[in-house]
C-alpha cells in the first residue's frame, strides 16, 4: 500500500513517493540482482484522488524502475481497490503489458511453500455486517479510479455520475440501501473506516487467520495468505498469514515489505 501520487502537492507524499524510489533501486541491486519476482499487492498507484493518466506521468521514475528490472525479475502486481483500473489497461494492453501478470490473485512458491498473495479489499467486503455484494464494491471502485478528480472529492463525483445514469448499477442485483453513504465510506482511510461499534480490522483478521479461508478466497487450504490493505502489518506463522503493512501510511509511519524466502517470511523496514 504505497498510494503512489495520492497528494501531488503534499510533501510527505513526494517524500514517501523518493523513498519507494530508493527502495527499488536497492532490492534492484541487492535482493533481486539474481532475479526472483516482485509483488506488488495493491494500491501501489492512488488513482482514485487522481486522474489515473496524470498519477503515471506523474510517478514515471517508478514506472521505468519496475519496468527496467533484470529480464530475470517477475513483477506480479495484484491490483487493490485504489488501482483496480490496472486490470483494465492489462486487457487493453494484452500481450504488451509490462508486467508477469496483473491480477485480483496471484499464486507463487519458493521451492518450501506456497503463497497466494492478494490485496485485501476482498476480506472488508466479506466482514461488511450490512453489504456484502463484492460485484458491487469493485465496480465502485473502477469507477472511483475513473473519476479524474483532483480536489478529492471523487465519491461525490462518482455519485452524481450514478445519479444521472440508468445503465451503471443496471447489472447489479443488489445495491447498498444509501450508495452516497457506501461511495464516501469507501475514500475514508483505513483506521477510520475499519474502527467503529462493529470492529471491523479486528473482523477483518479474523477473516485472514480462519482456517475456512478457502472457502471465500478461492484459495489453496496449504497456501500462506499475503495480503495488505488495512495498512497494519503484522505475521503469524501459526495460522500462516502475513499483511504488508503500509508505506508510511496512516497511522504506521514505517514504510514497511516483506521479504519472503525459502518457507521463511520476514517483516522488514525500509530506512
Not at 17 to 39: R, Y
Not at 178 to 202: F, N, Q, V, W
Request: charged content about 30%; aromatic content about 12%.
Amino acid at each position: 500500500d504505497v498510494h503512489l501520487a495520492e497528494k501531488p502537492a503534499d510533501p510527505k507524499v513526494r517524500a514517501d513517493d523518493k523513498k519507494f524510489a530508493d527502495f527499488l533501486d536497492h532490492i534492484a541491486s541487492n535482493q533481486l540482482k539474481k532475479g526472483g519476482d516482485l509483488v506488488l499487492v495493491g494500491d501501489i498507484f492512488d488513482f482514485w484522488r487522481r486522474d489515473y493518466a496524470k498519477v503515471l506521468i506523474e510517478t514515471e521514475d517508478i514506472v521505468t524502475r519496475l519496468t527496467g528490472l533484470s529480464d530475470k525479475v517477475k513483477v506480479h502486481y495484484v491490483v487493490g481497490n485504489h488501482d483496480y483500473f490496472m486490470l483494465k489497461l492489462k486487457e487493453y494492453l494484452a500481450d504488451r503489458f509490462p508486467f508477469a501478470d496483473v491480477a485480483k490473485q496471484v499464486s507463487l512458491g519458493d521451492g518450501v511453500d506456497k503463497y497466494f498473495f492478494t490485496h485485501g479489499y476482498q476480506l472488508e467486503v466479506i466482514g461488511n455486517p450490512y453489504f456484502k455484494s463484492l460485484t458491487a464494491y469493485e465496480l465502485f471502485a473502477e469507477n472511483l479510479c475513473l473519476a479524474g478528480d483532483d480536489t478529492g472529492n471523487a465519491a461525490s463525483e462518482l455519485w452524481d455520475a450514478i445519479q444521472t445514469s440508468k445503465n451503471f448499477l443496471s447489472d447489479l442485483k443488489r445495491v447498498p440501501k444509501d450508495i452516497s453513504g457506501a461511495l464516501h465510506s469507501m475514500m475514508e482511510k483505513p483506521e477510520t473506516r475499519l474502527a467503529g461499534t462493529h470492529e471491523a480490522k479486528y473482523f477483518v483478521d479474523q477473516l485472514a487467520c480462519s482456517r475456512s479461508r478457502c472457502m471465500y478466497l478461492g484459495m489453496s487450504k496449504d497456501e500462506v495468505l499475503v495480503f495488505g490493505h488495512t495498512h497494519r502489518p503484522f505475521n503469524d506463522p501459526q495460522n500462516r498469514v502475513a499483511n504488508t503493512g503500509s508505506w508510511n501510511k496512516d497511522s504506521g509511519r514505517e514504510y514497511n515489505y516483506l521479504e519472503i524466502d525459502k518457507g521463511k517470511i520476514t517483516p522488514q523496514i525500509w530506512k
